[in-house]
């Protein structure tokens, strides 16, 4: 038992390394000028989509549950920290609001999950696309939201700092609930739900637990995006969205981490690059999608993950060392 | 150690079970016999906790547990192994074994669980790391067994374990079944094999749509006329 632990220490320190060397390559390409605030935007909605969509695939990949109102959580998260920096435009306004934002969002993500996650497949869609309507019809009617005319930002809070911090937060703690004893059951829901309850998982709470928790960082990359780009109304988190999130999870691989990732990376940069060519962008951009989805149907990782991937390689190699000695 | 007293099981408005019961002792091994939509794996659903009741009660080793959440039926000692072979098609052999155990924290445990299914069903130990969708139907139907035995159960309910199986399978299957009977498990059994679950129980139960109509020995209803004529084919 001894040795695995001394291997995950190295291993977690080389992932501290890559982390941090992303970080500072970002920093200083950012203050040699050689990424623009132009630049800066496609970061953001980078960093915001994989925080979306690694959520979503907790709840569509991991644990199964079909979700199309992941944009509504997202719209709690990004009206209430827009709220609270209008009162207080100041990082700590910003971190008022995200972390209210994203609690609120967990809240509505169990109060909706409790009735909808009985549902199973289309209906459950159904179910959640309708809860995302509600939250959308309910900002375009409130006063404090300003109705259909939406919010203007009064600060930008988040800048490529915490942009990383969090999404790197997210990724994080996601990925560890996915690998623990919790996340097995979430995945054992997914694989037999019938089975999954006779092995004496508890398996309404677990839906429960990981609809909310992403509805939890959901509501966090909401935050950002207001913070960030100044100016949210309610048509922006419509049915529209929640599709774009779905695209890049099923793009990268339903029940792959690493997959969403690179997904949400390179759907990104493609919006970015068909930007300027707005009367064949959603054409260009579905054959791309249909042409990747007809030679991998699995998506792009299918459910395989990276470390699994060096995992394997440093096992081969241990294996073949100790069938040389 | 089992006891069902009057249980009724409804289905929005249908009736699936109708007032029945049943009681299972240490040590038995009780077979559930009847044809199709009888309502066999109701009952089994019911006991683990998989399907609610509308009437009657469920006592085990002296506790009502009519009332109890399926995951704590399972921490008591009820183990289910579920209809048509379900396991986790996207997880290995080992994986599923592990979730067997999901709600035991020891891991020392789990291992020797592990190993004594592996005894058990030495062809699932030299597919560990096989993915268990793709295993054989018979490989699977193994699978599902030991899973069902990673928490070491006082009681083992077994929903058709030889369906869709070769003769030979499921001969070794039922000899399995001994096996694990005689190492002290309980084993509640519904089969549609029924000369050969007859065969191997104490005794046995026969339900038609919902109702028992024949109970007693195992070797003695295999010799029933209406047991033969019904279910054994003259
Ligand atoms: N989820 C359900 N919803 C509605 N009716 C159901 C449901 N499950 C079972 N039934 C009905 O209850 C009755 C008993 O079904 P059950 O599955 O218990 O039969 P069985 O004896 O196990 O049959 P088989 O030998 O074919 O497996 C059947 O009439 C079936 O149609
Ligand atoms: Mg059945």
Known sequence: ?325 | MLVIEQMDVHYGIIQAIKGISITVNYGEVVSLIGANGAGKTTILRTISGLAKQSGGSITFEGDDITKMAASKRVEAGISHAPEGRRVFPGMSVYENLELGAYLSKDKAKTKKSIEMVFGKFPRLAQREKQMAGTLSGGEQQMLAIGRALMLDPKILLLDEPSMGLAPLLVKEIFNTIKEINSSGTTILLVEQNASQALALADRAYVLETGKIVLSGKGEELLKSDEVRKAYLGG
């Open chain 1, 1 to 325: 038992m001894d040795v695995p632990r001394t291997v995950f220490t190295k291993r977690n320190l080389v992932w501290l390394a890559v982390c941090l060397s992303i970080y500072f390559l970002v920093f200083f390409l950012r203050s040699y000028g050689i990424l623009g605030n132009y630049h800066e935007i496609t970061i953001a909605q980078i960093c915001i989509n994989i925080m979306l969509a690694v959520s979503l695939n907790l709840i569509v990949g991991f644990t199964g549950q079909f979700s199309l109102g992941h944009a509504g959580f997202m719209s709690i998260g990004a009206y209430a920290t827009s709220l609270a920096l209008r009162s207080r435009p100041d990082t700590i306004g910003f971190l008022i609001g995200i972390t209210i934002g994203s609690v609120l969002a967990l809240v509505v993500g169990v109060i909706i999950g409790i009735p909808t996650l009985r549902l199973r497949g289309d209906y459950l869609g159904i179910a959640t696309l309708g809860m995302a309507e509600i939250i959308r019809v309910v900002f375009l009617n409130l006063k404090i939201t300003n109705g259909a005319a939406g919010l203007m930002g009064t600060f930008r809070a988040a800048n490529w700092t915490w942009l990383y911090l969090l999404t790197v937060m997210a990724v994080l703690a996601i990925n560890n609930f996915v690998n623990s004893s919790h996340g097995r059951a979430c995945i054992s829901i997914r694989e037999d739900e019938t089975a999954s309850e006779a092995m004496g998982v508890n398996t309404t709470a677990y839906k429960i637990i990981a609809f909310a928790f992403g509805a939890f960082f959901a509501g966090a990359a909401g935050g950002l995006y207001s913070s960030y780009f100044y100016f949210i109304k309610p048509d922006l988190f419509g049915f529209l969205k929640s599709i774009d999130m779905l695209v890049i999870v099923v793009l990268g691989g339903l029940g792959s981490i690493t997959g969403t990732i690179i997904s949400a990376i390179l759907l990104s940069l493609l919006t970015t690059i068909l930007q300027d060519f707005s009367s064949v962008r959603m054409i260009v951009y579905s054959v791309i999608l249909v042409i990747i989805m007809l030679f991998r149907p699995q998506g792009l990782m299918g459910t395989v993950e990276i470390s699994h991937v060096i995992d394997k390689f440093a096992r081969k190699d241990k294996e073949d060392a100790n069938t040389v000695s």
